[in-house]
């Protein structure tokens, strides 16, 4: 693929497709289902989630300065094929997208490429990983099983964006693996590679010419996001120099937080261990909505209270912002466990309704 164009950087514009690719982004054509794009409440909720996320491990390789890794505290593992089979048994029957991501790196799992085979048997595969460990095993996994996305993250913009935020990260490394990818890849449909980024206060220029250069090792898409800091709750910080570098970047976080809770009528975030949390924020099982082990999704997505109480909260319009959310978690720490108490009244009190009064 050759760059024909230049392309320009806006702000309101997250994804840069590369003009002349030949490959298909499956999962956004997924989103664009009218099903999909409807639910965003609970009038329009389907039976089973759009998307099931799962978390292949919380182990990492990297020390990335804006991952709330860092502050989590629940336990390392990886997740169990027996538990793998039988959620992708539910899946299979409801068609539903599978997003591999999570709190780790996924490729760290042993058995990562079979995974990717067994899911792609049957589902839909958007892959997310960080690129290191990408060698020509996986490469050639990624290609003969289809996966339909392969998402890589970069962050910022260069090398030394990169390097000073993706801690243990080799921006060359990253990008040999991502050539090695392309020529195994040759002109075989999939997997439609996606480079991610996320940025804080670098130029329009700086962005354009980031764009160009992964057009130029042969990417089908750009993603530019914004990073955010905020997510490594600064409170659970306590070494200074580490706070002392997360300060620095956040104060050149330029995010606009947009409440948007859509997730909680499309989307099911599954933990290593098969716990289920409202959504990708939520990185300690601080709100655990089921568990795949002993429960089917159909059953959670419809019936764990925890998940209903968040429903009810987000059509009050109380569900926004970290102090809220911290709030909550001192509650349901002082209450010594959220089960002990009516899950409902629990959220809210803790999401301080006021005086507000609605029909649910
Ligand atoms: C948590 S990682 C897990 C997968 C893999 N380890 C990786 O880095 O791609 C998933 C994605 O979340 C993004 N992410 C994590 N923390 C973030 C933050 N504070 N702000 C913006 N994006 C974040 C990462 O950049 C990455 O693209
Ligand atoms: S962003 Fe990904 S690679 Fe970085 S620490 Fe978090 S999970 Fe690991």
């Keep these: ?16 497709p590369h003009p002349d690719t030949p490959r298909r982004n499956n999962m956004f054509h997924y989103y664009q289902q009218p099903g999909y794009r409807q639910a965003v409440d609970e009038e329009h909720r389907p039976d089973f ?13 990297l020390k990335c300065a804006f991952c709330a890794r860092q502050v989590m505290s629940r336990p390392l593992g990886c997740l169990d094929e027996d538990l793998l089979c039988r959620m992708m048994d539910e899946f299979a029957e409801h068609g539903a997208f599978v997003k591999v991501n999570g709190y780790g790196e996924n490729l760290l799992h042993p058995q990562a490429l079979d995974f990717i085979r067994r899911i792609k048997r049957t589902n839909g595969l958007y892959f997310t990983t960080n690129g290191m460990l990408i060698d020509d095993q996986a490469a050639a996994c990624f290609v003969e099983s289809d996966l339909d ?3 890589v993250s970069f962050q910022g913009v260069d090398r030394e964006s990169y390097e ?7 921006y060359d490394r990253l990008l040999a693996n991502i050539d090695r990818l392309v020529g195994i890849r040759g002109d075989h449909p999939y997997p439609f590679i996606h480079l991610s980024t996320t940025i804080l206060d670098e130029t329009p ?17 750009v993603g530019v996001g914004r990073t955010d800091y905020d997510r490594v709750i600064a409170e659970m910080i306590t070494e200074p120099k580490q706070k002392r570098r997360i300060d620095e970047f ?6 606009e937080k947009v409440p948007d809770h859509t997730y909680l009528y499309r989307y099911s975030d599954i933990n290593w261990n098969g716990v289920v949390v409202t959504s990708f924020f939520d990185f300690n099982e601080f709100m655990p909505v089921g568990d795949m082990k002993t429960q089917t999704m159909r059953e959670i997505w419809n019936h ?16 926004s912002g970290v102090q809220e959310v911290l709030e909550a978690l001192e509650t349901l720490r002082q209450a010594g466990s959220a089960h002990n108490l009516p899950v409902f009244d629990t959220f809210y009190h803790a999401w301080k309704l006021g005086e507000k009064s609605y029909n649910t």
């Design 250 to 255: 956040r104060s050149r976080q330029t995010l």
């Design 49 to 61: 989630p759009f998307v099931c996320t799962l978390e292949f491990t919380n182990h990492c390789n």
């Design 149 to 151: 996305v392969l998402q």
């Design 205 to 221: 220029e700086q962005i354009e010419a980031f764009i160009e250069s992964a057009f130029e090792h042969g990417v089908d898409c």
């Design 304 to 319: 764990s209270p925890v998940l209903g109480a968040m429903r009810v909260l987000e059509r009050r319009g109380v569900l």
């Design 164 to 170: 000073s935020q993706r801690i243990g990260g080799s």
């Design 1 to 16: 693929m050759n760059t024909t164009t230049t392309v320009r950087y806006r702000p309101d514009q997250n994804n840069y």
